[in-house]
């Protein structure tokens, strides 16, 4: 299955924290994280190179952190201080022999 997997999101109160984790049963490479917010365009959220660098959206500098699991081709994305600008879908891209696959999301809520 070439499709990632989102799991982890869910409703938070401002300030709060949330692990999302992607994972995809063969090996393609999981280049990074975006996000949906309703009504706007998805955008980048945290962006893997070739290099191993790791590149984040202005918005999100500080407070996510993402990672990888080579080993169980997963990724994950640690997000803390949780705004309600946050609130969106997340989606997983990866890629492979020159396509993108896309995961089907998960939703984050950021409300008190």
């Known amino acids: 299955q070439m499709q990632p997997v989102e799991s982890g999101g869910g409703l938070v109160q401002p300030g709060g924290t949330l692990r999302l984790s992607c994972s995809v049963s063969?090996?393609?490479?999981?280049a990074g994280w975006h996000r949906q917010a309703p009504g706007k365009q998805r955008e980048l959220v945290a962006r893997?190179?070739?290099?191993?660098?790791?590149t984040y959206a202005d918005s999100v500098k500080g407070r996510f952190t993402a990672s990888r699991d080579f080993a169980k081709n997963t990724l994950y994305l640690q997000m803390n201080s949780l705004k309600p600008e946050d609130t969106a879908d997340y989606y997983c891209?990866?890629?492979?022999?020159?396509?993108?696959?896309w995961g089907q999301g998960t939703q984050v809520t950021v409300s008190s």
């Open positions: 891209k990866g890629v492979s022999g020159g396509r993108e696959y």
């Open positions: 893997f190179t070739s290099f191993g660098t790791t």
């Open positions: 063969q090996t393609i490479f999981l």
